[in-house]
């Protein structure tokens, strides 16, 4: 992969993370897994596990000695509903609540915010590197035709304004870093288990599939590409 050697993905034990991480597993010197439980991460001869809650600084600061210098950071997490809590995306705004707002942007922006606010500085500023989170196209504010699901579109929208901070920020003094946003598609995971029955044939994705496609545009990407979001074909997502 584009000279990758050391790759952190966190969310590792999800869908999507799970199977980013195995496929750098067969590609990388070492992949590091990161997820809120231990035993729920994938192994693997090269695959160091990490046990961390994104949404809590303390436990990220306390994983960083062990990560060293990646060169790839991919942040797989994300939340759309959750049967536990009772989140489900809203259909109107008459349906917004608080506590929905904070679950969703917790896990879909201000995770990966803080992921990035202490890996950014361990990535190496010489050569090219890639800082990667999972966008959504829904998260497109020119692209949103249909409205609805208010704090999952919202969460994703913003995270796209936050890697744009990010590559404006980080091209002052490491030129050949990428910070994008990637939608994977719809992927057969958790996050989408609920809506899989509106998804048009042919486009609910395996795992395996959905982690190959999105490698192959991280092995395209160019500094120039760096604060914008790609789907899982390469195309450009507008903001």
């Given at each position: 992969?584009?000279?990758?050697?050391?790759?952190?993905?966190?969310?590792?034990?999800?869908?999507?993370?799970?199977?980013?991480?195995?496929?750098?597993?067969?590609?990388?010197?070492?992949?590091?897994?990161?997820?809120?439980?231990?035993?729920?991460?994938?192994?693997g001869a090269n695959?160091?596990?990490?046990?961390?809650?994104?949404?809590?600084?303390?436990?990220?600061?306390?994983?960083?000695?062990?990560?060293?210098?990646?060169?790839?950071?991919?942040?797989?997490?994300?939340?759309?509903?959750?049967?536990?809590?009772?989140?489900?995306?809203?259909?109107?705004?008459?349906?917004?609540?608080?506590?929905?707002?904070?679950?969703?942007?917790?896990?879909?922006?201000?995770?990966?915010?803080?992921?990035?606010?202490?890996?950014?500085?361990?990535?190496?500023?010489?050569?090219?590197?890639?800082?990667?989170?999972?966008?959504?196209?829904?998260?497109?504010?020119?692209?949103?035709?249909?409205?609805?699901?208010?704090?999952?579109?919202?969460?994703?929208?913003?995270?796209?304004?936050?890697?744009?901070?990010y590559a404006i920020?980080?091209?002052?003094?490491?030129?050949?870093?990428?910070?994008?946003?990637?939608?994977?598609?719809?992927?057969?995971?958790?996050?989408?288990?609920?809506?899989?029955?509106?998804?048009?044939?042919?486009?609910?994705?395996?795992?395996?599939?959905?982690?190959?496609a999105l490698l192959?545009?991280?092995?395209?990407?160019?500094?120039?590409?760096?604060?914008?979001?790609?789907?899982?074909?390469?195309?450009?997502?507008?903001?």
């Amino acid at each position: 992969m584009s000279g990758f050697q050391r790759a952190v993905v966190f969310g590792a034990a999800g869908g999507i993370g799970r199977a980013l991480t195995e496929a750098l597993a067969t590609r990388v010197e070492v992949v590091h897994a990161v997820g809120r439980r231990l035993e729920a991460l994938p192994t693997g001869a090269n695959i160091l596990r990490h046990q961390a809650d994104i949404t809590d600084e303390a436990q990220i600061e306390a994983l960083l000695p062990a990560l060293g210098t990646p060169d790839l950071v991919i942040v797989a997490t994300g939340v759309l509903s959750d049967a536990k809590t009772g989140l489900t995306p809203e259909k109107t705004y008459r349906q917004q609540d608080m506590q929905a707002f904070e679950q969703v942007f917790r896990s879909n922006t201000f995770g990966p915010a803080l992921v990035a606010k202490h890996l950014l500085d361990l990535m190496p500023r010489d050569r090219r590197t890639v800082f990667a989170a999972l966008g959504a196209r829904v998260g497109s504010i020119s692209d949103n035709r249909l409205g609805g699901w208010h704090a999952y579109r919202a969460s994703k929208a913003a995270l796209v304004m936050l890697m744009r901070n990010y590559a404006i920020e980080r091209a002052r003094k490491a030129p050949e870093a990428i910070c994008v946003c990637l939608h994977p598609g719809t992927v057969r995971s958790a996050l989408s288990a609920p809506f899989q029955a509106n998804v048009p044939e042919g486009k609910l994705f395996e795992p395996a599939f959905a982690a190959a496609a999105l490698l192959e545009v991280l092995d395209g990407l160019r500094p120039q590409d760096s604060g914008k979001q790609f789907d899982y074909a390469g195309r450009e997502i507008p903001f």
